[in-house]
Antibody
Framework: EVQLLASGGGLVPPGGSLRLSCAAS????????VSWVRQAPGKGLEWVSG????????YYAESVKGRSTISRDNSKNTVDLQVSSLSAEDTAVYYC?????????????WGQGTLVTVSS | DIQMTQSPSTLSASVGDRVTITCRAS??????LAWYQQKPGKAPKPLIY???VLESGVPSRFSGSTSGTEFILTISSLQPDDFATYYC?????????FGGGTRVEIK
């Protein structure tokens, strides 16, 4: 059974940073790209960042570019997203989701999400 | 970036109604479009990919079609479990982009 478990959310002060982690199981991890998608309270879905199966290609939304780093460890089946200079606009549930291929395909499995709240 | 324009934003319907939701891409994405269903407090659930391919386990009352850069999700006979928010998403290129969502509510 495919599982994606997102963790690392919590209350963060404005200007702070956080590291989200996505632990995967149940599929050939290194063969699948992984993305982070967030959803602000009461709002729609926003893609944030993605990484190819090998980790050689990384992508970022303009809203987090320059203050985020995505990485993966294929030996541990994990993908991390580090975000700094947080503001209230970063408050959201962050989902990790896998694509069906190395760097292609739709998001066929989603984790349960982890809530990030940026507030003093 | 590819913009996805989804309409309507809200739809009121009754059980048994035929429902259509439209998504338009700002440029060609071939057939690289997916539809997701989301219920409150839950992660999105994939319904359709490659514009018209039903994900495993999804009821056949859901269908997808396309005409150029316009994509349509149809629910042939709305069921109580279908009241939710629906999103389209293009995966032709990064950044992956979503439509604004369509909330299907009980009339």
């Amino acid at each position: 059974e495919v599982q994606l478990l997102a963790s690392g959310g919590g209350l963060v002060p404005p200007g702070g940073s956080l590291r989200l982690s996505c632990a995967a199981s149940g599929f050939t991890f290194s063969s699948c790209a992984v993305s982070w998608v967030r959803q602000a309270p009461g709002k729609g879905l926003e893609w944030v960042s993605g990484i190819s199966g090998s980790g050689s290609s990384k992508y970022y939304a303009e809203s987090v570019k320059g203050r985020s780093t995505i990485s993966r460890d294929n030996s541990k089946n994990t993908v991390d997203l580090q975000v700094s200079s947080l503001s209230a606009e970063d408050t959201a549930v962050y989902y990790c989701a896998k694509r069906i291929g190395d760097n292609w395909g739709f998001l066929d499995y989603w984790g349960q999400g982890t809530l990030v709240t940026v507030s003093s | 970036d590819i913009q996805m324009t989804q309409s309507p934003s809200t739809l009121s319907a009754s059980v048994g109604d035929r429902v259509t939701i439209t998504c338009r891409a700002s440029q060609s994405i071939s057939r690289w479009l997916a539809w997701y269903q989301q219920k409150p407090g839950k992660a999105p659930k994939p319904l359709i990919y490659e514009a018209s391919v039903l994900e495993s386990g999804v009821p056949s009352r859901f269908s997808g079609s396309t005409s150029g850069t316009e994509f349509i999700l149809t629910i042939s006979s709305l069921q109580p479990d279908d009241f939710a928010t629906y999103y389209c998403q293009q995966y032709n290129d990064y950044p992956l982009t979503f439509g604004g969502g369509t909330r299907v509510e009980i009339k």
